[in-house]
């Protein structure tokens, strides 16, 4: 799919349809911009497509960077690991050593012109499938879910700044699906030449906006944002010049030349860019819609589901009175996620458990972290307001009494939406 073109001097040319190619008197570039380029197209290569050995990056986490020994290696959603950091160490040395090389080989700068058009094309196709991902995953608000029964009983002195920033967007699905579109619409446009700058910019706008909130909330995708920066700029470096033109100097300009690339050419590589763009957003549209299947308001609930008030705790026969200096009473029972139950003690810390509620049985299991029975508690038929618990937790008989709390009442829950305001309602 690479249109050949010769200046004359026998020397071929390979050029990306659908990208500009340059005029026969384009001066050549200079050989210190040749091997900048093919150091960053390099360096993306190694870094987006995961390329580092991550036994190398180990090696290099442990003995350059001083991480511990025992590395996490299993994802847990961060990109900001210590083999995260040595990867891009190592990519950075790859990069160089490949450049050197390269460079040694084949020092003229005006064979680079393929890589300088083929490079935007990957950097475009790469930063376009993660910003559609990401929109995805926000204009269906599952990325930051709405705030659970347990977290609107956390005091927010115990919130991390992340969790602050989770709880922040997960309230407000209408912002989270604002920005989503604002992240969608910048990758779709980066699948077509005519439109990758505009695409560059509002991804350049939404990946400064992603990482300022990762650096200010000590969210742990500090490394990987960068390189979204990194890769809108890239874009941008070539019509840097035509830009600062039209936006500074409020001087007229004019669109690449893409004569020399045959219109059937033209035509195909549209095509497949076309079908490219497509299939990436079909493939995050329904990773995104099972994920709120899963996830969004129609998510399953526990049988229990609710907030429920400890009105009387029986412990070995013994009653155990509300008192705030008892840091082991229980002062409400938490059922939102069908496998989980939260006991929040006096002091208002958790106590999150896995469970399994028999609704046959009326019983309400206590499992350990391998599905190991540790505790039983049988539910009377509960009413809509009350219901007592009875059997063993801890290995102590205990009785449970408790009122189920209205959650809706919760004025974040309760608030809503206003135009017309006399007085600010801030809380």
């Not at 200046?7 to 040319?13: F, L, N, V």
């Not at 093919?38 to 180990?58: D, E, K, M, N, W």
Request: glycine letters at 8%; proline letters at 6%.
């Amino acid at each position: 799919m690479a249109a050949a073109a010769n200046d004359g001097s026998g020397d071929a040319r390979v050029t990306a349809p659908g990208y500009a190619t340059e005029e026969e008197s384009t001066p050549p570039a200079s050989s210190a911009s040749a091997a900048l380029l093919r150091f960053v197209a390099v360096y993306f290569a190694t870094y987006t497509l995961g390329l580092i050995p991550r036994p190398l990056a180990s090696l290099v986490a442990t003995r350059v960077l001083g991480a511990p020994g025992t590395l996490a290696l299993t994802s847990t959603g961060s990109g900001d690991r210590a083999i995260d950091w040595a990867g891009a160490l190592c990519a950075l040395g790859f990069a160089a050593l490949v450049t050197a090389v390269w460079t040694g080989l084949q020092p003229r700068p005006r064979s680079d012109r393929w890589l300088r058009q083929w490079s935007q094309f990957g950097a475009a196709a790469m930063l376009g499938s993660i910003m559609v991902s990401y929109g995805m995953m926000k204009v269906f608000p599952v990325q930051m879910p709405a705030p659970t029964l347990m977290r609107l009983l956390e005091p927010l002195g115990q919130f991390s700044p992340m969790g602050v920033l989770w709880t922040f967007m997960g309230v407000s699905p209408g912002y989270q699906t604002f920005t989503g579109m604002v992240e969608f619409v910048g990758g779709v446009l980066l699948f077509w030449s005519r439109t990758t700058v505009l695409g560059a910019l509002l991804c350049l706008m939404a990946a400064g906006q992603i990482f300022a909130l990762n650096l200010a909330y000590d969210v742990p995708v500090k490394l990987f944002s960068l390189h979204l920066i990194l890769l809108a700029l890239f874009l941008l470096a070539p019509h840097a010049a035509r830009l600062v033109r039209a936006v500074m100097h409020d001087a007229s300009v004019v669109p690449p030349d893409t004569s020399a690339t045959g219109f059937r050419r033209r035509r195909r590589w549209l095509i497949g860019r076309t079908v490219l763009a497509v299939l990436v957003v079909l493939a995050a549209t329904n990773t995104a819609y099972q994920s709120w299947r899963r996830a969004g308001p129609n998510a399953p609930r526990s049988p229990l589901y609710g907030i429920w008030d400890v009105v009387e705790l029986r412990v070995a026969g013994v009653v155990r009175p509300p008192l705030v200096t008892d840091q082991q009473r229980w002062r409400r029972l938490v059922f939102d996620h069908p496998a989980v139950a939260a006991f929040q003690r006096m002091d208002d810390t958790l106590d999150v458990r896995r469970v399994k509620v028999d609704t046959e049985a009326r019983r309400i299991d206590l499992l350990d972290i391998d599905g190991g029975v540790v505790g039983q508690l049988q539910y009377d038929d509960a009413t809509a307001s009350m219901m007592t618990l009875l059997g063993s937790v801890d290995g102590q008989t205990t009785v449970i009494r408790l009122e189920r709390v209205d959650h809706t009442q919760f004025t974040l829950l309760q608030r809503g939406f206003r135009w017309v305001q006399d007085r600010p309602f801030n809380r």
